[in-house]
């Protein structure tokens, strides 16, 4: 009779079974980073000063003919409002996307924050932002300069984490646009 030791089944067994691996892959880190100004600063000094006294005579009339204080107040706010923001250069800051979110200064949104992504590019009239949609119904959308950034590798990049779904700009973005503020 043959004699069949232990040890000859149970060493090639332990030897096919790894306990840990040799090596552990590095995860893959997606950050973009780039800076500017926080905003794109181009002032149409003409619209803007044409504006403002428009909501001055709206302002005065609107007293002159309904004696409404608080609406007198709010045009003549708002003119007031549109000068100063004129005369505003924007700070200058770093922006940077990687596996955590999308940081903007020292503002970071998460991507549990985030509803959706869309970037705008239109050289020919100097749109280069990235729209980010906010799941808080109060702040809606976040709007990005991206400047010289890649606008593909920005897209290839938010792709891993959010949906992208094109977003309208609002009135306010469009008259901000206008106005170059």
Same mark, same amino acid.
């Given at each position: ?31 973009? &980073? ?96 990235? &729209? ?50």
């Amino acid at each position: 009779m043959m004699k069949i030791e232990p040890r000859q089944f149970a060493e090639p067994a332990l030897q096919k079974i790894p306990l840990m691996p040799k090596e552990t892959p590095e995860p893959k880190t997606r950050a973009l &980073s780039w800076s500017g100004p926080l905003y794109v600063h181009q002032p149409n000094t003409k619209i803007i000063v044409a504006v403002s006294v428009a909501l001055f005579a709206i302002a005065a009339l609107t007293q002159i003919f309904q004696k409404n204080i608080i609406t007198t107040i709010f045009f003549g706010l708002l003119g007031v409002v549109i000068l100063i923001r004129a005369g505003k250069k924007p700070e200058v800051v770093d922006f940077e996307i990687n596996p955590l979110g999308v940081k903007v200064g020292e503002q970071i949104y998460g991507f549990r924050e985030i509803r959706s992504f869309w970037i705008e590019y239109d050289p020919a009239l100097d749109i280069k932002e990235l &729209s980010l949609q906010l799941k808080k119904w109060y702040h809606a959308y976040i709007k990005i300069p991206i400047y010289e950034q890649n606008p593909v590798q920005l897209r290839l990049t938010l792709l891993s984490f959010l949906p992208e779904v094109e977003h309208q700009d609002t009135l306010a973005d469009t008259l901000a646009r206008k106005l170059g503020l």
